[in-house]
């Protein structure tokens, strides 16, 4: 957004504000100078009159002219087509700098003296507004012959280029730069004056009617108006729209798109007499596209979309009698969303509409129709056509505490509200209240949340203003059972990963066929699914072992001697009801093959493979399968066991299932994800006192599992006792039916040292406890 420091003070009164504090004020607000110029136009540039004009005796492209510049009359030659008597023009005198290797010297042209310059606007570092000298009027300013170009400020102006965010709409206008400043600087905005030139109005005999098939939430505001008669070019519209980068055109297209500039109110302007019908009648119709954006149309023919484009042939030049002026708005929400979804072109001023114009559509009419007045001679119809939707007003509720704790310091409630209102919102407050009710202006779309009104405030009283003090960050506790899930599973893909497995990821989809052989559940009929992506995936997986298993056998065939995988995935019962399991599969070698083994490496056993998962999911007991399944071994495999519930299995791949896949040794767990979920553990006292360890060799039944064991044990209460653990399993002919194993326990007491009589006490108990539980014997 580009504005001028003499535009700006249409609005606000900047005399005792210098550029320095215009430049801090604008990055302090928010509103971001990229750059700030002062066009310099040099010492000795002056108003002079054209006293005469005559063409050069010796050369049909130039005149000499008899030029009055206040102390003297001089002739000057110039080459410039449209010089003229009777005009105002700028000249450089003897003795001026436009430039380091410009300097203004007496000079001859085709024998002719001349002493001075008549320059052009782009020779002063000022913008082009043409192809000839610059023409001055008194748009700049009282013109004095002999005064200094560089003393109008209109000209010698400031230009300032702002960036602004893609929600501050309501600053791409000279009015909406200067609202914003009026809050920071504490100042009021001055009331324009809209008095036109033209004083009579008129009423215009033409039919005009507009019918709207459209609920689309939009402003329209038409105006007609007629006899237009070219007065003269204004030099300071035209200059302004060259310093803010508008490209000028026809008079009428220059004077809209200043006052859209000036006012932030997109207007558009039609030739009218295309719009008529054979009675002189006009009749619009307004209706909404499915995309929800809103066309004008004269019967079939598309005017404009509104806020988007306007069709061009439709559009007014400088031979146009009667023109039609139009104002609008439409929520900025709507062109986004509607333009995204279709393919029509916008137009330059899609820009200002996808952002948030200017609602004021009163306010915009009467600056054109003021602008107009400069240019034109034109008769304006006494009223206008107005198209207007019922809006709901958006109030915020708001407490004084909460928008302190945002901004991060007390802000009063006087100065509060007075910002505010500066802003152009409205208050509405119950006395002794700490919470009010904000209504924000039209012209900020933006403003929905409590937050939004604490930077507004945050903005104006100033960044730098707000005392430095330590964050204080008050956390809340955040951890949900989804954070608990997450860090279970990274944990046992951190520890499987460190144990040599690789994670394998496969569809939730398998093989029917492949579950009925195995013996795993399948879906029940009717939740069959009906359309399967491949015959291999006709159904859900109640598995993860079968589609791991695959992927064994696809990196055997790739050559590939050690496999050792998990996954952590979703099965489904026969009801399609979900449930996370995890599942290993190690099958071929326990190492890659290396010089350490000299190309040998070991087959993968079943000690080998319970150590492997035990350091990956914790400690566990194994007890005897009591039912299996058709990949497990008939007598290399076990239930596994925690806290007393059985959560999985492992085994060893069942030959049989060994040679459908055609791998070789392999070993496989799958159990519930649920029951490996880490708990709370409550610490405990370490002991200061040594401990001891004693080993107790048993002679039990063969088939006597240790699980049974372990629980017999278990059963003693014994605070003394901590742990206990096998180490090792004896058979041999002389114990016939029997076995010896031998048991390590650890004894250790937090009162204090134990005597020999407590140690062999224990130990007499447990030994006691096996033998009348178990029948076992001391060995």
């Given amino acids: 957004m580009i504005v001028t420091r003499s535009w700006l003070e249409e609005f606000i009164d900047l005399s005792d504000v210098s550029n320095k504090k215009l430049y801090q004020t604008f990055n302090a607000i928010g509103l971001e100078v990229d750059t700030i110029e002062h066009i310099k136009i040099p010492n000795g540039v002056v108003v002079g009159k054209v006293l005469s004009c005559e063409k050069h005796p010796d050369a049909d492209k130039l005149s000499v002219c008899q030029i009055d510049i206040g102390e003297d009359t001089k002739q000057i030659v ?118 036109s030139n033209n004083k009579s109005k008129v009423a215009i005999a033409r039919k005009f009617s507009i019918t709207n098939h459209s609920d689309t939430p939009l402003s329209l505001q038409y105006k007609l108006s007629q006899n237009k008669q070219i007065r003269n070019s204004n030099l300071l519209i035209n200059i302004r729209l060259g310093f803010v980068g508008l490209e000028l055109a026809d008079s009428i297209s220059n004077i809209v798109r200043y006052s859209t500039h000036a006012t932030g109110v997109i207007l558009r302007a039609y030739d009218s007499e295309k719009l008529q019908n054979g009675d002189q009648s006009t009749v619009l119709t307004l209706t909404e596209e499915g995309n929800k954006l809103v066309t004008i149309k004269k019967e079939s023919s598309l005017l404009s979309t509104i806020g988007v484009n306007q069709a061009q042939e439709y559009l007014p030049d400088d031979k146009s009698k009667a023109i039609l002026f139009e104002a609008s708005y439409i929520e900025p929400e709507i062109l986004i969303e509607g333009l995204a979804s279709s393919k029509i072109e916008s137009d330059m001023l899609y820009y200002k509409t996808s952002r948030g114009s200017e609602p004021d559509l009163i306010f915009g009419m009467r600056y054109l129709e003021w602008g107009c007045s400069i240019f034109f001679d034109f008769h304006f119809a006494n009223s206008s056509l107005v198209v207007e939707s019922e809006k709901d007003e958006r109030i915020i509720a708001v407490n004084f505490q909460e928008l302190n704790d945002i901004i991060g310091q007390k802000t009063g409630k006087s100065e509060v509200s007075n910002i505010l209102t500066r802003l152009g919102f409205k208050i509405h407050r119950n006395k002794g209240s700490e919470s009010f009710g904000i209504l924000a202006p039209p012209h900020r779309h933006d403003i929905l949340h409590i937050q939004d009104v604490a930077e507004e405030i945050l903005r104006i009283v100033g960044i730098n203003n707000i005392d430095a003090k330590p964050l204080e960050l008050t956390e809340k506790v955040r951890l949900t059972n989804s954070t608990t899930l997450y860090r279970a599973k990274r944990d046992l893909r951190v520890r499987a990963t460190g144990r040599g497995f690789f994670e394998a990821v496969t569809y939730a989809f398998c093989d029917q066929s492949k579950l009925e052989k195995y013996g795993f559940d399948t879906l029940d009929e009717s939740l069959k699914l009906l359309n399967p992506i491949a015959e291999e995936f006709n159904t859900m997986r109640s598995t993860l072992l079968i589609n791991l298993l695959d992927s ?202 134990m005597s020999d009589n407590m140690i062999d006490d224990l130990m007499q108990d447990i030994l006691q406890k096996l033998e009348t539980d178990l029948g076992a014997k001391i060995r």
């Avoid at 003229?84 to 023009?89: C, D, I």
């Avoid at 000279?174 to 001055?190: M, T």
């Avoid at 360890?693 to 006597?704: E, Q």
């Fill in 552 to 753: 064994v056998k696809r990196n055997i065939n790739y050559g590939i001697k050690r496999i050792p995988l998990f996954e952590i995935g979703t099965v489904f019962d026969k009801q399609r009801n979900e449930s996370e399991h995890i599942a290993f599969v190690w099958s071929g070698h326990i190492d890659s093959e290396s010089i350490d083994n000299q190309g040998k490496a070991e087959t993968i056993s079943f000690p080998f493979f319970v150590k492997e998962l035990t350091a990956i999911i914790g400690e566990v007991e194994l007890v005897t399968c009591k039912s299996k399944n058709g990949l497990m071994h008939p007598y290399q495999s076990a239930h596994i066991i925690k806290k007393e519930q059985i959560i999985g299995f492992v085994s060893k791949l069942h030959p049989l299932a060994s040679d459908t896949y055609a791998i070789p040794d392999t070993f496989v767990a799958e159990m519930s994800f649920a029951a490996l979920m880490p708990e709370h553990i409550s610490v405990s006292t370490i002991s200061n006192y040594q401990g001891v360890y004693k080993d107790l060799s048993i002679v039990i039944d063969k088939d006597m599992p240790y699980s049974k064991i372990s629980q017999t044990i278990g059963e003693i209460e014994n605070s003394i006792l901590k742990r206990f653990y096998p180490i090792d399993v004896y058979k041999d002919q002389s114990l016939a039916e029997r076995k010896s194993v031998t048991i390590r326990f650890f004894i250790q007491s937090t009162e204090g040292t």
């Fill in 78 to 195: 110039c080459g410039a087509k449209n010089i003229s008597n009777g005009q105002f023009v700028a000249v450089a005198t003897i003795g001026s700098i436009l430039s380091k290797d410009f300097h203004i010297k007496p000079t001859e042209l085709r024998g002719v003296a001349s002493d001075g310059m008549v320059c052009s606007s782009t020779e002063l570092g000022l913008p082009k507004i043409n192809s000839g000298i610059m023409i001055l009027d008194e748009s700049i300013g009282a013109l004095e012959i002999g005064k200094n170009i560089n003393q109008y400020s209109k000209i010698a102006d400031t230009v300032i280029e702002l960036e602004l965010t893609a929600n501050r709409g309501d600053c791409l206008s000279i009015h909406g730069v200067a609202r914003d400043l009026s809050a920071s600087l504490n100042k009021d905005i001055k009331t324009f004056n809209f008095e």
